[in-house]
């Protein structure tokens, strides 16, 4: 018999305390939750106390949170008070199911409303670092029938998707991770073929390699890289920007926030887009992109392997399919490279043949590095 969902939020609280995390007796336990992710969150609470560790539970509920932005008191919801910076202070292992869950609703206030919602943010990191707290941010919060609609998903399957790919063991992503990250360290030429046209090449430039393993080790926490996606799964790095060529079609859907998007096309002529189209979901693409200044928005800048063998169609996290490349255009000085553009947008390749210096990473949309 399968395990139901309940079963399984047992099974991910303990993968992600135990093997994220690493949490030790003794050691304090935050976790944060949103009203409509309490099914999933509530399971972390029993299992820190079994690990012997000290939870504190911490409640962010939906309607307030949109009665605040309805009604202008939005600032408020990105404000932070002296009690829960000492809390975050005297934290070892932070857990975070972010939200909210009915994300787009945000598309219909006017800026005004949403303004301030998120201030918080840039100094909750600060902080959580300087802690050198432990941290995971977990997905199942994002989720409901309203952004279920928004992607074109079974909120069910969705969320059993989630609930399964957070599942899967870190340390078995970082093995992968590693030995990719090691190809994209040593190597500079990289092509990428598909049977459905696909014929594309870049260099690699001395760029740090990007690894979401969903573990956090003390590499991570000197390193201030302290929260875990989960589910995780992927290794990336910027590319010499410059230096792309061929043509490239994307086969599997992306799911940026305005809504599904197929049948991408990227051309590049001299490291520089040339043509781009999609078959459906692609007009604000296009709209950002003519908006955007002219610097920047046209240089390919990142390239990612998936690593996680329970993912195959999560929104937001299609990059994380075992084997799937990411591409992305537009700004990479985020992830570490020179682009400042402020346009992003990124396709994905299912099967596809990827290769360094001539040697195979990725054949067939299996990993061989």
Same mark, same amino acid.
């Given at each position: 018999?399968?395990?139901?969902?309940?079963?399984?939020?047992?099974? *991910? $609280?303990?993968?992600?305390?135990?093997?994220?995390?690493?949490?030790?007796?003794?050691?304090?336990? @935050?976790?944060?939750?949103?009203?409509?992710?309490?099914?999933?969150?509530?399971?972390?609470?029993?299992?820190?106390?079994?690990?012997? $560790?000290?939870?504190? #539970?911490?409640?962010?509920?939906?309607?307030?949170?949109?009665?605040? %932005?309805?009604?202008?008191?939005?600032?408020?919801?990105? !404000?932070?008070?002296?009690?829960?910076?000492?809390?975050?202070?005297?934290?070892?292992?932070?857990?975070?199911?972010?939200?909210?869950?009915?994300?787009?609703?945000?598309?219909?206030?006017?800026?005004?409303?949403?303004?301030? *919602?998120?201030?918080?943010?840039?100094?909750?990191?600060?902080?959580?670092?300087?802690?050198?707290?432990?941290?995971?941010?977990?997905?199942?919060?994002? @989720?409901?029938?309203?952004?279920?609609?928004?992607?074109?998903?079974?909120?069910?399957?969705?969320?059993?998707?989630?609930?399964?790919?957070? %599942? *899967?063991?870190?340390?078995?992503?970082?093995?992968?991770?590693?030995?990719?990250? $090691?190809?994209?360290?040593?190597?500079?030429?990289?092509?990428?073929?598909?049977?459905?046209?696909?014929?594309?090449? #870049?260099?690699?430039? !001395?760029?740090?390699?990007?690894?979401?393993?969903?573990?956090?080790? $003390?590499?991570?926490?000197?390193?201030?890289?302290?929260?875990?996606?989960?589910?995780?799964?992927?290794?990336?790095?910027?590319?010499?920007?410059?230096?792309?060529?061929?043509?490239?079609?994307?086969?599997?859907?992306?799911?940026?926030?305005?809504?599904?998007?197929?049948?991408?096309?990227?051309?590049?002529?001299?490291?520089?887009?040339?043509?781009?189209?999609?078959?459906?979901?692609?007009?604000?693409?296009?709209?950002?992109?003519?908006?955007?200044?002219?610097?920047?928005?046209?240089?390919?800048?990142?390239?990612?392997?998936?690593?996680?063998?329970?993912?195959?169609?999560?929104?937001?996290?299609?990059?994380?399919?075992?084997?799937?490349?990411?591409?992305?255009?537009?700004?990479?000085?985020?992830?570490?490279? !020179?682009?400042?553009?402020?346009?992003?947008?990124?396709?994905?390749?299912?099967?596809?043949?990827?290769?360094?210096?001539?040697?195979?990473?990725?054949?067939?949309?299996?990993? *061989?590095?």
């Amino acid at each position: 018999m399968p395990d139901s969902s309940a079963d399984l939020a047992v099974k *991910v $609280a303990r993968n992600v305390l135990k093997n994220t995390l690493r949490v030790r007796p003794g050691e304090n336990v @935050t976790i944060e939750s949103w009203s409509g992710a309490l099914p999933y969150s509530t399971p972390f609470v029993n299992e820190a106390r079994r690990l012997g $560790a000290h939870p504190m #539970f911490l409640y962010e509920d939906e309607p307030a949170y949109w009665e605040a %932005l309805e009604s202008g008191t939005s600032r408020q919801t990105g !404000k932070v008070g002296s009690h829960e910076w000492a809390a975050l202070a005297n934290t070892s292992a932070y857990v975070f199911f972010w939200g909210p869950s009915e994300w787009p609703r945000a598309a219909e206030l006017p800026e005004k409303q949403r303004s301030g *919602v998120q201030a918080y943010n840039p100094e909750w990191y600060r902080r959580a670092a300087k802690a050198k707290i432990r941290g995971a941010r977990v997905f199942l919060g994002r @989720t409901s029938e309203r952004s279920a609609e928004r992607w074109g998903v079974d909120l069910d399957a969705w969320r059993e998707e989630l609930l399964r790919a957070s %599942l *899967v063991p870190p340390a078995e992503m970082n093995r992968l991770g590693k030995r990719i990250g $090691a190809r994209f360290t040593r190597g500079k030429a990289v092509r990428i073929t598909h049977p459905n046209g696909t014929d594309l090449s #870049f260099r690699l430039g !001395k760029f740090p390699v990007q690894l979401d393993d969903a573990l956090v080790d $003390a590499e991570d926490v000197k390193a201030g890289n302290n929260m875990a996606s989960i589910p995780g799964g992927v290794v990336g790095v910027c590319i010499d920007h410059l230096s792309t060529e061929g043509t490239v079609y994307g086969n599997h859907t992306t799911y940026p926030e305005s809504g599904p998007v197929t049948g991408h096309q990227w051309t590049f002529r001299d490291g520089r887009l040339t043509d781009q189209s999609y078959d459906s979901g692609g007009e604000p693409i296009l709209s950002a992109y003519g908006k955007a200044p002219r610097t920047g928005r046209d240089r390919l800048g990142f390239v990612s392997i998936g690593l996680n063998r329970e993912i195959s169609k999560l929104p937001m996290m299609e990059d994380q399919e075992l084997g799937a490349v990411l591409l992305q255009l537009g700004g990479n000085q985020y992830r570490g490279g !020179k682009n400042a553009s402020p346009f992003g947008a990124w396709l994905l390749l299912k099967d596809a043949d990827v290769t360094i210096e001539g040697r195979p990473v990725v054949d067939a949309g299996k990993v *061989v590095a």
